[in-house]
């Protein structure tokens, strides 16, 4: 047995499938979540069920790629049972889609579910009477809580065709027939959530409100994550674990190939994170010492902004300035995403309409939206100069942003339509929710990180020793040193840069680079060229053409915008 | 009042019944799916400067449109 879960965006299909299956989903309060499809599976009565989480989705007549995604899943399992999940808040829309299902004669079961959040808000629902017209089991669930489920999953055998007649254009008029049957409204006054909703969306106090929000995250980001690094991992990093290493590398002689590729070069006697180079100094150092802390920081602020249902109104707005850049104020969530990694901030741009959207997007991100890794970093590495340094290299990024997205709005062909964004009500984030969500953006960041990290340090050693970065950076100099005034060796960082941004940032360290070098050289290894991981994404979701296009754009631009610092900033 | 009047011209607050969507069928059936359609008494929640998006209310779906989109939903207030 096979079943879909389909329903709109936003009504806890990931949640449900989180549930049934143990599995690990991202859920979030905004429509558009999951872009991509996960498959899971239970036993119920001996049976293996294999269970499809589909992007949600509004109609069967799509309007974006994630729909289209939706769609095709749908008629690629014709044998599959459909469960349909609705929300008991917003029943009558939610049935627009079961109308669609229903005319596609398929086994369906009907899931209720936020119930409880309905019943809070004084809508109560005739179950029964609703099972009666549609002729399928509808099962109410708290897909959050879990309650309900067992049922539900009990009752999956009892799927059939609903009986129920519906045709295109009477759609709405079944809909009223039915909700006048199954639903009562309570009527009840304004909530203090609901006014804080509408506030957040008025052009005053809703910049305010995003002004403060903005703010108050990354002052929590940087609170937490130099807190963490200065209270746990400096300390760990310094007087327990440089100690182990330091005994390996008596063991091992203090020096040699294999030496300074496990333990690193020493400098004066010891070992310097920094600096040495060692896979199991800098090599752990860099992602569980450096980039860790603040990846940890920015995914819980992010998470606790997702589940309490302000991401969609800050794109309401931010889409007056998006707009100018082709795009529109839903577009922000990628750039969000791509604060923390580029890869997942990529693939979200399947919530964007066109492919003119989803390019600009795509090249913004991979341009001008630095990843936590490579902000960690730069963080360590610029801001011993003070916070002047960091503010250049980020300010620089925003600069590029803008004026790349004016310039691509004109340049690629196509249409950039509209925002069109449901908004969903603010929610009280779960405890436990946010906590998985943490740790499932903190186990993938880890399996995503580690070996790159480790590879990266390994072929910088490699390309060290051979020769290469020698070789590389008096090919490129006449780019790295005349047009960006860069020391030669930095070119063996842009090369690593392909690989892992934050060490490549690392390598920057022992180079002894004035902060104007090292600024630009920041803002270069953002620009230049996407590392690995977001460079098979975005041929993925670009194609490989596009891909080369934007590839393009980042080269050219990082190399201009290399070369206006290198003219406007002063010496020093 | 008798003369339909464009999501725009509506203020913050008011509500109107949907009388006529003057857009293309691509648009017609976006906002149909979230439940926006002929006869449909929606409200304006907000709007943004510089002809930003307009939030609006259809039953207990919020959702924000563009500037354009909500000039071409006429509705008799």
């Known amino acids: 047995m096979k079943i879909l879960l389909m329903g709109n965006p936003n009504v806890g299909k990931s949640a449900l499938f989180n549930r049934l299956t143990g599995a690990d989903v991202i859920i979030s309060n905004y ?44 008629e690629n399992e014709p044998d599959a049972i459909i469960v349909n999940v609705l929300t008991s808040i917003n029943l009558e829309r939610s049935l627009f889609l079961t109308m669609q299902l229903i005319e596609k004669k398929r086994p369906m079961l009907v899931v209720l579910n936020m119930w409880d959040e309905a019943a809070h808000a004084g809508i109560s629902i005739d179950r029964e009477m609703l099972e009666k017209m549609l002729g399928c089991p509808c099962m109410p669930t708290c897909a959050i809580s879990g309650q309900g489920i067992k049922n539900m999953v009990e009752k999956l055998g009892d799927a059939r065709i609903p009986e129920f007649f519906s045709t295109p254009a009477g759609r709405w008029d079944d809909i009223g027939r039915i909700i006048d049957r199954v639903q009562t409204v309570r009527h009840r006054h304004h909530t203090f959530r609901e006014r804080l909703a509408d506030a957040s969306v008025y052009p005053f106090p809703g910049l305010v409100v995003a002004a403060i929000i903005l703010l108050a995250s990354l002052a929590a980001i940087r609170w937490i994550g130099e807190g963490l690094i200065n209270a746990v991992l400096e300390p760990f990093f310094e007087n327990c674990w440089k100690p182990v290493a330091m005994h390996l590398s008596t063991a091992m002689g203090g020096q040699g190939f294999v030496h300074d590729l496990i333990v690193g070069k020493l400098i004066d006697g010891q070992i310097d994170y920094g600096q040495s180079f ?70 979200s741009t399947r919530i964007l309409e066109t492919r003119k959207e ?4 795509a090249t913004l991100t991979a341009i001008a939206v630095p990843c936590m890794s490579l902000q960690a970093m730069v963080a360590g590495l610029a801001g011993r100069h003070g916070v002047h340094g960091l503010l250049l290299v980020f300010g620089t990024l925003a600069v590029v942003w803008v004026v790349l997205g004016l310039v691509l709005r004109r340049l690629v062909k196509g249409e950039s339509p509209e925002i069109f964004v449901e908004i969903p009500p603010y929610r009280l984030p779960d405890l436990w929710c946010l906590i998985k969500k943490i740790a499932i953006r903190i186990k993938w960041f880890l399996k995503e990180a580690i070996p790159f990290v480790l590879l990266g340090v390994f072929i910088a050693d490699l390309l060290y020793m051979l020769g290469v970065i020698e070789l590389t950076g008096r090919i490129l100099s006449p780019v790295t040193t005349r047009i960006m005034g860069l020391p030669a060796d930095a070119a063996g960082a842009i090369v690593v840069g392909f690989l892992r941004k934050d060490v490549a940032v690392g390598m920057l360290a022992p180079l002894d680079l004035t902060l104007k070098q090292l600024v630009i050289a920041s803002v ?28 393009a754009i980042m080269v050219v631009s990082s190399i201009v915008v290399a070369g206006i610092l290198n003219l406007l900033l002063p010496t020093g | 009042m008798s003369v339909p009047v464009s999501m725009i011209e509506l203020k913050a607050g008011e509500n109107g019944t949907v009388a006529t969507i003057k857009g293309g069928a691509g648009m017609v059936r976006k906002l149909d799916s979230l439940g926006i359609h002929e ?35 006429m509705v008799l207030s």
């Open chain 1, 31 to 74: 429509p558009g979540t999951t872009v991509e499809f996960s498959r899971g599976s239970i036993k119920t009565g001996g049976e293996c069920v294999e269970i499809i989480d589909v992007p949600g989705t509004y109609t069967l007549e799509p309007t974006c790629r994630a729909e289209e995604i939706a769609v095709r899943i749908l």
């Open chain 1, 358 to 361: 989803r390019f600009i997007a």
């Open chain 1, 278 to 347: 060692g896979l199991l100094t800098t090599g752990l150092f860099v992602p569980f010492g450096a980039v860790l802390p603040y990846v940890f920081a920015f995914y819980t602020v992010l998470s606790i902004l997702e589940d309490i249902g302000y991401l969609p109104r800050l794109a309401v707005i931010s889409d007056v300035v998006m707009h100018r850049l082709g795009l529109h104020g839903l577009a922000i969530m990628p750039m969000l995403l791509g604060f923390g990694c580029n890869v997942p901030g990529i693939l």
């Open chain 1, 524 to 551: 270069v290894l953002s620009m230049f060229f996407p590392c690995i991981a977001t460079f098979s994404v975005m041929v993925k979701e670009l194609g490989m053409k596009d891909m080369a296009k934007s590839a």
């Open chain 2, 39 to 73: 006869g449909k008494t929606i409200t304006k929640i907000s709007a943004q400067w510089m002809h930003g998006p307009v939030v609006i209310r259809a039953g207990a779906t919020e959702v924000a449109i563009g500037y354009g989109m909500a000039s071409k939903i």
